[in-house]
């Protein structure tokens, strides 16, 4: 069984069945043997990052909680895209661009943008919310709704205002 990765699992350990964090570390012991700095990179940074969490915390972090991190770090990254950007830095634009392909390759599939507009406007009936007061009710609800997902929360508040601002 093949990870996105280079590492494999034995054959008595389930895909499921392995924390996130554990991936991590193996696929880092895995690109420290294949000589691979960028991958390596990224892979401690990504540790690192779970372990601070879990420092501020003071308790190990479950899966959900690890995908919470690393849609942080991609996060992080996509402002740094758009400043170097900006900037005119296009090599290190490009540099956070493959570190986000990397971060994403340990992140579930992003939920899709039908869904997000399903359960937006699951929670408005549900809630009766009908004005741009009620967004943060409505977005709250959602996102407790996606937890443990990849999913972007610029996402759902644009669907959210989408449904509950009135026609111009």
């Known amino acids: 069984m093949e990870y996105a990765g ?5 054959s008595s350990i389930k895909e499921s ?3 996130l964090r554990d991936r991590i570390n193996s696929e880092l012991t895995a690109a420290m043997k294949a000589k691979e700095p960028l991958r390596l990179s ?13 420092i501020e915390l003071r308790a190990e972090l479950d899966d959900s909680q690890v995908i919470q991190v690393l849609a942080t770090l991609i996060k992080q990254r996509k402002d740094s895209i758009e400043q170097f950007t900006r900037g005119g830095r296009t090599e290190l634009a490009e540099k956070e661009e493959s570190e986000i392909r990397i971060i994403e390759e340990y992140l579930p599939a992003a939920v899709p943008e ?9 929670v408005v009936r549900e809630t009766g919310a009908s004005t741009p007061g009620d967004i943060g009710s409505v977005m709250k609800q959602c ?3 996606f937890s443990g997902r990849l999913v972007d929360g610029k996402r759902v508040n644009a669907a959210a205002r989408r ?6």
Do not use: G
């Not at 280079?6 to 034995?10: C, H, I, R, W």
């Not at 039908?114 to 699951?122: C, L, P, Q, S």
């Not at 449904?163 to 111009?168: A, D, W």
């Open 6 to 10: 280079t590492t494999a699992l034995p």
């Open 17 to 19: 069945e392995v924390r």
């Open 42 to 54: 990224v892979l401690r940074m990504m540790k690192s990052a779970v372990k601070n969490r879990e």
């Open 114 to 122: 039908e869904e997000i507009e399903r359960t937006v406007d699951a």
């Open 143 to 145: 996102m407790a709704r």
């Open 163 to 168: 449904r509950l601002e009135p026609p111009k």
